[in-house]
C-alpha cells in the first residue's frame, strides 16, 4: 500500500528498519491480532520468525504492519496479476453475412458460425446483403433476422434491432454468456477431456470425435 511522506508518493510499502513510528499494531503470520506493540517489539519479532514487518496500512493510528515474507508475497502477487492479465478478455464483433434468399443448408452453415461465437461470448454482426431486385423486398432479410434471432435466443439476444444501411442490413447479437465465463468454461472442458483420454486411452479418439458439434464448421 502506499504511503505519502514528505511530498513524494512510493507504490512500494515501508519494510523493516524503513518503519520510522513509534509503535505499529501488529498482525501475525497467520493473521492473527497481536495488538500495539512498540516498533522495537514488533522488529525483533520479525527476526524471531526469521520474516519481514510490513507496513499494510499506513494512515491508521497507529500503522498496522504484518509478519510476512515480502520477496514470497511479491512475487504470488507478481503471478496474480499475470494471471488475472492472461484471463482478461475482450468482447470481440464477429461479422457474418448472408443473402435474403440463402437455401435451408447455407442458412444452417452460416447459424453453426453464430453459434459457436455466441457460445465463445463473443458478438456477432449479421449483415444482409440485398442484390438488385432483392433491394424492393427489405421484409425478406428483416423475416430472416429475426428467424436467426429466435434460432439462437437461448444463446444470445438482439442487441441492435435490424436497420437498413445502404444496400445491406444490420442487426447485432449479444451473447447471454460473459467472455470470461465462456473462456473458464472452455478450459474446464478441455481438462475434462484431457483427464478423460488419459483415463480412457482406447477410447479417446472415438470421443474426441464424438465431442465435435456438427454445427461448428470452419470459419468461413
Known amino acids: ?51 519481514d514487518l510490513v507496513e499494510v496500512a499506513a494512515n491508521a493510528r497507529p500503522p498496522v504492519c504484518k509478519l510476512m515474507d515480502y520477496g514470497k508475497f511479491k512475487y504470488e502477487s507478481a503471478m496474480k496479476a499475470r494471471e488475472a492479465r492472461k484471463n482478461q478478455a475482450h468482447t470481440v464483433i464477429k461479422e457474418m453475412k448472408l443473402r435474403p434468399k440463402i437455401d ?60 437498413q444501411d445502404g444496400r445491406n442490413m444490420i442487426m447485432v447479437l449479444g451473447p447471454h454468456k460473459k467472455k470470461t465465463e465462456a473462456m473458464a ?3 474446464e472442458a478441455q481438462a475434462a477431456r484431457k483427464a478423460e483420454a488419459k483415463a480412457n486411452p482406447g477410447r479417446s479418439q472415438n470421443a474426441s470425435d464424438a465431442e465435435v458439434p456438427a454445427e461448428e464448421p470452419a470459419e468461413a
Open 185 to 187: 468454461e472452455a478450459r
Open 104 to 163: 435451408p443448408h447455407d442458412y444452417d452453415t452460416k447459424k453453426g458460425h453464430v453459434v459457436r461465437f455466441l457460445k465463445q461470448g463473443d458478438k456477432v454482426k449479421i449483415t444482409i446483403m440485398f442484390r438488385g431486385r432483392e433491394q424492393s423486398r427489405p421484409e425478406l432479410g428483416y423475416r430472416l433476422l429475426q428467424r436467426l434471432a429466435e434460432d439462437v435466443q437461448d444463446l444470445g439476444f438482439v442487441e441492435s434491432n435490424p436497420k
Open 1 to 51: 500500500m502506499g504511503c505519502y511522506r514528505g511530498g513524494s508518493i512510493s507504490a512500494e510499502p515501508r519494510i523493516n528498519d524503513r518503519i520510522r513510528v513509534p509503535e505499529v499494531r501488529l498482525v501475525g503470520p497467520s493473521g492473527e491480532q497481536v495488538g500495539i506493540v512498540p516498533l522495537a517489539k514488533a522488529l525483533e519479532l520479525a527476526q524471531e520468525y526469521d520474516l
